[in-house]
């Protein structure tokens, strides 16, 4: 069964005429890797962020685990079901590494005490040294920090990763590795994984791609 499944999907922002996302229809299961590709302004990011709970569909539906995303406790959804990372890798300052993961899992009411050896656990299936948990992020590569921010998003527990230009920061050599994570977090875990980006090469270590054209959203054999 589809863990998430658009249904006749249309996103009109308040001040626009056109819609940005138009009539898409898809299904996405556990297990998979998925690339959504297109140009800037193609609607990558409205449709993620409907995905995501952050916008409600103007038009159709978006369907979670068999339950429409209309029905559902949109904060409850997107801190429970979603993990999202951005382009922007988006981690505190002011926390070490380590404080960053854990600080999701404690908002969630799991105790500091239990909350470290999972956070500590989490960072080093990303490749991140005990050492470098202890650093603040700015002491971080670009690729280093992106590795803890999936870190991140995984605390809480959810099963579906939504990233929006994950790889948009980084060179060549920690994208691969950034998108073999996610690849192995989709193949070897049973995650469902979505990348939205506009680089092709990103698109093509996908399982299944899509493309974005004018807000128009097509399947790519
Ligand atoms: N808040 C907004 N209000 C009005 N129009 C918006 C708003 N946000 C985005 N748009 C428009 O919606 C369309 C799709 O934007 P979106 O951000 O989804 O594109 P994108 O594919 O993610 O682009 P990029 O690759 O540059 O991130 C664009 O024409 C954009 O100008
Ligand atoms: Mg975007």
Redesign the pocket.
């Known amino acids: 069964m589809a863990v998430l499944e658009l249904k006749n999907v249309t996103?009109t922002?308040?001040?626009?005429t056109?819609p940005?996302?138009k009539n898409a229809s898809c299904e996405f299961e556990a297990g998979k890797l998925y690339a959504v590709v297109?140009?800037?302004?193609?609607?990558?990011?409205?449709?993620?962020?409907m995905m995501a709970g952050l916008d409600l569909a103007t038009e159709g539906e978006i369907i979670f685990g068999g339950e429409s995303l209309a029905k559902l406790d949109l904060d409850c959804y997107r801190r429970e079901s979603i993990a999202m990372i951005f382009?922007a890798f988006q981690l505190f300052p002011l926390l070490t590494i380590l404080e960053n993961v854990c600080y999701p899992m404690e908002l969630c009411g799991v105790s500091p005490v239990d909350a470290k050896p999972r956070a500590e656990k989490l960072l080093e299936s990303v490749g991140i040294t005990k050492e470098q948990m202890k650093r603040f992020p700015s002491k971080l590569s670009g690729g280093e920090q992106q590795r803890v921010a999936i870190a991140r998003s995984l605390a809480a527990g959810a099963k579906t990763i939504l990233a929006?230009?994950p790889t948009g920061n980084l060179d060549v050599a920690n994208t691969e590795n950034v998108m073999e994570i996610l690849k192995k977090l989709a193949h070897d875990e049973g995650y469902l994984v979505i990348v939205?980006?506009?680089d092709l090469e990103v698109a093509q270590m996908a399982d299944v791609k899509f493309e974005?054209r004018d807000?128009v959203m097509t399947e790519k054999i």
């Open positions: 996103y922002y308040k001040s626009a056109t940005a996302v297109g140009p800037s302004g193609s609607g990558k990011s409205t449709l993620l962020s382009q929006d230009e939205v980006t506009h974005m807000g």
